[in-house]
């Protein structure tokens, strides 16, 4: 009876070997696909910050663009601005030259006229005639230098950059 006890018995710690081994491979099993899942988190992670880094690099040149195009912007409006208030001086000019240009129309005119008062009435001491004829062929001496410099002027303005 002894030997049934003993085989019993036996046979209960082979059992009970054989259900922990099978615990152990269930709980291997376990641990290798609890493994596999980590490890294709990670993959997926990694994936994610390849794509984010993508993202931050094309970020990154657009706002590099982004800041050279509104340099580009900032140039254009100084340049703009420049170029409105050129445009006023030369304008300006454009009417001061036709101002020289309509006195000189009218000096030679009055050059003569007075050419002739003055031979007329050269013997009359008329203090008035004498400063007005001083004053009228000043004009074209002092606008002169003015058209020489508009001239000039939109000679510059209209050169390319």
């Known amino acids: 009876m002894l030997g049934i006890f003993t085989n019993i018995s036996r046979a209960r710690n082979e059992e009970q070997v054989s259900f922990r081994v099978v615990q152990w491979e269930a709980d291997k099993t376990h641990s290798l696909d609890e493994l596999e899942a980590q490890h294709q988190y990670a993959n997926n992670l990694e994936k994610q910050i390849e794509a984010l880094a993508q993202k931050l690099q094309s970020a990154n040149a657009l706002q590099a663009e982004a800041f050279q195009v509104t340099e580009e912007r ?16 030369v304008s300006k000019s454009v009417e001061l030259e036709k101002k020289v240009h309509d006195l000189e129309q009218k000096l030679p005119r009055n050059s003569k006229q007075n050419d002739k008062s003055l031979g007329a009435d050269a013997a009359s001491p ?6 007005v004829l001083p004053c009228s062929t000043i004009i074209p001496v002092f606008f002169s230098p003015l058209s020489q410099q508009s001239t000039i002027a939109s000679f510059f303005i209209f050169l390319p950059p």
């Open 74 to 89: 900032d140039k254009v409006a100084e340049i703009t601005t420049e170029f409105n208030k050129l445009t006023q001086k």
């Open 126 to 131: 008329n203090p008035i005639q004498q400063e």
